[in-house]
């Protein structure tokens, strides 16, 4: 389908780009000490504060939960959130952080739906990932079973898994299952791959995305978004989308 022929293009000049606009900002890690996101409280201070100077009026943050991992649950996240927001407050800073989970679609994961609280945002959304490595094997069984119990997924950053750069046709299929997107925004500079960037302007292209999200881990990346430059073709695409966080 052509999605890697403008790599060696000419290259588009950048021009700063605002994510005012967006206002929510879904996928992050912002809850100090639990997943590889924000280490300590002052982390998390220093990305909150760099989000709502960003313009960011709410931010609904997202924890791993990941079986063999990140061994989170909804009362480790609720607590940290709590400890979170209060230490926003007494520093005054004015960001709305909510918080969900990142699930990662393993066994495991697949056999909670139905039985376990998950953390949900918005109109019962879910936020799940796969793995980097290799498709998951479970993957569809999962969405169904999702969907079956009345949840929506949301697939967090679906330009960064690889193994589908060439299958773009299962984009499609995904789409046809009512499946929803959300892309990084640090993807459309580079900061992945330039395979992962195409990948992310393809799926923005045609109207693939409906969520935009920073997936901010920490200091470097928040720098990354203070100075973000995009190709002006990708802005005029990207504000053609009909993006729900503002919804959220």
Not at 156 to 182: C, G, M, S, V
């Amino acid at each position: 389908m052509g999605i890697f022929n403008h790599i060696f293009k000419k290259k588009e000049p950048l021009v700063p780009f605002s994510l005012s606009f967006i206002g929510n900002d879904l996928h992050s890690h912002l809850i100090p000490g639990i997943d590889d996101g924000a280490k300590t409280m002052e982390d998390s201070l220093f990305l909150a504060s760099g989000l709502a100077d960003l313009g960011y009026k709410k931010v609904i943050t997202t924890p791993h939960i990941m079986s063999d991992y990140y061994k989170n649950n909804p009362t480790i996240i609720k607590k940290g959130l709590l400890e979170l927001n209060s230490t926003l407050e007494k520093n005054d800073i004015d960001l709305k952080v909510e918080a969900a989970a990142e699930y990662y679609v393993d066994f495991d994961f697949i056999e909670k739906i139905g039985k376990e609280e998950l953390l949900t945002f918005g109109d019962n959304y879910i936020l799940i990932e796969c793995s980097f490595i290799e498709p998951p094997r479970d993957f569809k069984e999962g969405l169904f079973r999702l969907q079956i119990n009345g949840y929506k997924p949301i697939l967090a950053h679906p330009e960064r898994y690889q193994y589908w750069h060439k299958r773009t046709n299962f984009y499609d299929e995904l789409k046809d299952r009512d499946i929803l997107f959300q892309v990084n925004i640090l993807s459309l500079i580079g900061i992945y791959s330039p395979q992962v960037t195409s990948v992310a302007e393809y799926l923005i292209k045609n109207k693939m995305v409906e969520v935009l999200g920073t997936d901010l881990h920490n200091e470097y990346q928040m720098g990354q978004l203070k100075n973000l430059k995009l190709k002006q073709g990708v802005i005029n695409n990207i504000m053609e989308l009909n993006l729900l966080n503002s919804t959220l």
